[in-house]
């Protein structure tokens, strides 16, 4: 999120520069390990130099270690990259390191100059072809249960498999049936790949993976042959487990949406996926795993019975589940007495696992940076605030007369927050412009996750957000576009107000709006809604849903007009701090904040 927008031809640059300045790895002989334990060691900076060749990651730790595993990841070289540990091609294969490297990076460059599955020159895509939909064996995955939280109901899902994978012989015996294929489904970093290692970890067999994205653009054949392949070989290494990442790249819809060509290549593969999985037997002990993010593009050929036809949810974790989740990572620093994990787990509502492990990575960043000794709770802080908000543009300016409306949006926001019982904590408000799209923002302090909430604090929060809008209203008597993001974020609560929660009374105890669960199978996407009402009824909803925001707006006003002072000094404050802490505004407001816990933020956090 807060990553640095590279364009696709720096990069290409950058690896060309780095290619450049390859250069071997002492020659001691190295000590083999799991892919995960090198993971480790580049997650926590041990790792002075890397090479890589074709299946192998050769590295030199900073004390002078030499490491070898299995090369699992074909995103390496990003990883490294993040890292910045330094790497270089195996000497000899120096041209393999750059079959594997064009699909990471030599594709958004085509890309960006607009090519579009045209011919290339004949070295170019053959190179390609070569390079990708490559077969990640793996024989020693160490990878635990345990380095996995906050997911236990996928676990305990997943317990099953690792059960029959231990002793495939004896466990049909026992009735016991174990479906072919299961799908890992959730939002992009809740652990489905780690999930799925752990698994072969667990249960100490081969673990064989192949990403669908790099399925994308082969040769006709490539992508068929390199699936008969993988079935081949897990059938040969048995007990063993099939991984399919990214399975919605290689198995989205055949002819969905009017696509152009250049798919017939995909539809094969996924054709020779279909027949492999029919043809697959699972009591040899095969275990075939998928894993997405996006289950509705799915063909529904993969998700029939014998096929994908279990999934298994990845959720992003709640709060106890981020606690688990950040005492695994905070173990591995050095901890500064006035950390808590349950404060920092209660800031990062909505974080997934990859959030929170860049979390603690950035945090100790920024305490390596100030040279001490270990990291403190304001690390954690800046750090969730960079990766909420998106880094600090400082060169972005406002003039004067933006900043004078962002400073009364913003305390507009801030104020009616203080002012109205059981909403969230305000506990900063600033006007520094961050990331992209936000040009001040409010960050109010959930204590706990919230998953049912009242017919009041639905209207609290309309308020709140409103709260912006509203102050800009009252002191220039117009509005700007930046409340934006807030007016859309209202109209969706006022919507499931009057459509969902039956919330008005005179439109009756009636659910008009019913949302599906976006991982049926074969469901629909989240936030579908099917619509069993007149059109009469439809312009009635319409009608209701503006009159609840209206009603949210008049309460965000005369909480505002009441305290017109306060705004002005408050934005007046807010103008010369840039940013205003919990306790300026108390200092401000001498208005005990309320505290009861829900969660929303009010600046569009940049992406
Ligand atoms: P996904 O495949 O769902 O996109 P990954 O498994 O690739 O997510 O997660 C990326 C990284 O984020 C993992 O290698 C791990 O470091 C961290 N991570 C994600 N989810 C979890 C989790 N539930 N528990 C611990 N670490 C996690
Ligand atoms: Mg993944
Ligand atoms: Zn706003």
Redesign the pocket.
């Known amino acids: 999120m807060y990553r640095q927008p590279w364009s696709a031809l720096a990069r290409g640059v950058a690896v060309l520069l780095v290619l450049a300045s390859c250069s071997g790895v002492g020659p001691s002989p190295p000590e083999r390990v799991a892919y995960s334990t090198f993971e480790k060691y580049l997650h926590e900076h041990q790792i002075a130099q890397v090479r890589i060749s074709a299946d192998q990651v050769y590295a030199k730790l900073n004390d002078g270690r030499n490491l070898v595993a299995a090369r699992v990841s074909p995103d390496i070289a990003l990883e490294l990259e993040q890292y910045g540990v330094e790497f270089s091609g195996e000497p000899g294969y120096s041209s393999n390191l750059m079959l594997w490297l064009i699909p990471a990076f030599g594709i958004p460059i085509l890309l960006a100059f607009g090519w579009r599955g045209r011919a290339v020159p004949g070295t170019g895509t053959a190179a390609m072809s070569k390079s990708k939909a490559r077969i990640y064996t793996e024989t020693s995955t160490r990878t635990t249960f345990d380095?996995?939280?906050?997911?236990d109901e996928a676990k305990e899902e997943l317990r099953e498999v690792v059960e029959f994978l231990r002793d495939p012989a004896t466990y049909g015996r026992l009735g016991a049936h174990v479906p072919k294929g299961i799908l890992l489904v959730?939002p992009?970093?809740?652990?489905?790949?780690?999930?799925a290692r752990a698994v072969a970890g667990e249960a100490a067999v081969p673990f064989l993976s192949i990403n669908g994205s790099e399925f994308v653009e082969l040769f006709v054949g490539v992508g068929a042959a390199r699936v008969r392949d993988l079935f081949e070989q897990g059938r040969a290494k048995a007990p063993a487990i099939i991984f399919i990442?990214e399975l919605d790249a290689l198995g989205r819809a055949r002819g969905a949406n009017g696509q152009l060509t250049g798919h017939d290549e995909r539809e094969q593969a996924l054709n020779q996926l279909l027949s492999e999985i029919d043809g697959f037997d699972p009591s040899v002990g095969l275990v075939l795993l998928g894993?997405t993010?996006r289950p509705e593009i799915l063909d529904p050929a993969l998700l029939r019975a014998g096929r994908f036809d279990r999934q298994v949810l990845?959720d992003r974790?709640d709060k106890a589940g981020r606690v688990q989740?950040l005492e695994?990572y905070l173990g591995k620093i050095r901890l500064g007495s006035d950390v808590s994990v349950e404060d920092v787990a209660a800031l990062t509502a909505g974080f997934?696992?990859?959030d929170l492990?860049t979390l603690v990575n950035e945090a100790a960043l920024l305490a390596t940076r100030r040279k001490a000794q270990d990291v403190i709770a304001a690390d954690f802080t800046s750090a969730i605030e960079r990766i909420l908000a998106g880094l600090e543009k400082k060169n972005r300016l406002l003039s004067a007369k933006e900043r004078e409306i962002v400073a009364y949006h913003e305390m507009g926001h801030a104020l009616v927050a203080l002012t109205l019982p059981g909403v969230d904590r305000v506990q900063k408000v600033s006007i520094i412009p961050r990331g992209v799209g936000a040009l001040g923002y409010t960050i109010q302090r959930p204590t706990e996750d919230r998953f049912l909430l009242t017919e009041e604090e639905l209207e609290n929060k309309m308020a709140v957000l409103l709260g912006g809008r509203a102050a800009e209203r009252l002191v220039f008597g117009k509005v700007s576009t930046g409340a934006a993001d807030d007016l859309a974020k209202v109209s969706d609560i006022a919507r499931s107000y009057v459509a969902q929660y039956g919330m008005v009374g005179e439109m009756g105890d009636v659910a008009y709006d019913r949302q599906h669960s976006h991982f049926l199978p074969g469901g629909q996407p989240l936030g579908w809604l099917e619509r069993s009402y007149s059109e009469e009824t439809a312009r009635e909803i319409d009608c209701a849903v503006r009159k609840t925001v209206a009603r949210a707006m008049k309460r965000a006003t005369s909480a505002l007009e009441g305290r017109r002072d306060l705004l002005d000094k408050g934005a007046k404050a807010l103008l010369a701090k840039e940013t205003l802490s919990v306790t300026d505004l108390q200092d401000l407001v001498s208005l005990t904040p309320a505290k009861t816990p829900l969660h929303h933020e009010y600046a569009p956090a940049a992406q």
Do not use: R, S
Not at 147 to 151: D, F, S, W
């Open positions: 380095e996995v939280a906050g997911v959730g992009p970093g809740t652990g489905k790949t780690l999930l990442d894993a993010n990845v974790p989740i695994i997934t696992g990859a492990a």
